[in-house]
């Protein structure tokens, strides 16, 4: 590979899926995360800047050199090296967090779960659901679609050793809070994939202006919160947890097939009903066997 083609893509020369151009504005510090996520007035503005973030030194350090060096496996392939961009449709009315892209998976490939053994559970699961249009996400471009669902992460960088810092987290979280804030006119289900999503995404929610319990409830895989109703809506979305389809927890059996199904069926059958809290409780209790209620990620 040339010495040109190593390290991360620049924005706005023809990768495919690249929200950002050479004349988007660069965030470098906390502040101008604040400020550049505050002021985007759509997805795809949102999704941009998000995209060259360097607020993070460790987290821009790491994600580079890992692009630099590449998996032997990817030796001959070009790496995306940059902050994570959303994935599906503006206007979804469900949502699925994550913790961080992967170094090799999302790192590499441009796309959210995407190229990595974690990315396969999910696609394959969120089709099956009918919330993606292809079982497989492979590479930016590839064709794959989400269908009424977006996926996003609490950090955008991939961190090293797949471990984010608190401070990195809290760095990252106005683009969260910016994405909830547009979704929220139709926002119905929430699926957090793991602890450390579920615990960025409370503060998320409250800045982004949604009710929230009164007491934060503990995370366990098929936990069930009922967000309170916003003005003008007769629901709240319905905030659903999953464990993380790690390649620790799929290959102990931690999480099943099944059991990510029955959570993404949740969720898409509930933003489906509009939002019937009775209908979705029926859904949930219908397949309760195949949720481990034991709290981890």
Known sequence: MPDDERGPVAAG????????TATTPVALTAGDVVALAGAAGGADELDACASVCRACPRLVDWREEVAR???AAYAGERYWGRPMPSFGPPDARVLVVGLAPAAHGGNRTGRIFTGDRSGDWLFAALYRVGLAASPTSTAAGDGQRLLDARITAAVRCAP??????????DVCRP???RELELLRPRLRAIVVLGGFAWQALWPALADAGFGLPPRRPAFGHGARVELP???GAPAGPLLLGCYHPSQQNTFTGRVT???LEDVLGAAARHAASGGDQDASART????????????GS
Do not use: F, I, Y
Not at 13 to 20: E, F, N, V
């Open 284 to 295: 949930v209790q219908s397949r309760s066997s195949a949720l481990d209620p034991t709290e």
């Open 160 to 169: 090293p050793a797949n471990k984010p810092t608190p401070a990195e987290r």
């Open 175 to 177: 683009w969260l809070v």
């Open 13 to 20: 020369t023809g990768w495919p899926g690249d929200p950002a």
């Open 229 to 231: 109703a916003l003005a």
């Open 257 to 259: 097939a099944a059991m």
């Open 69 to 71: 060096v590449r998996r």
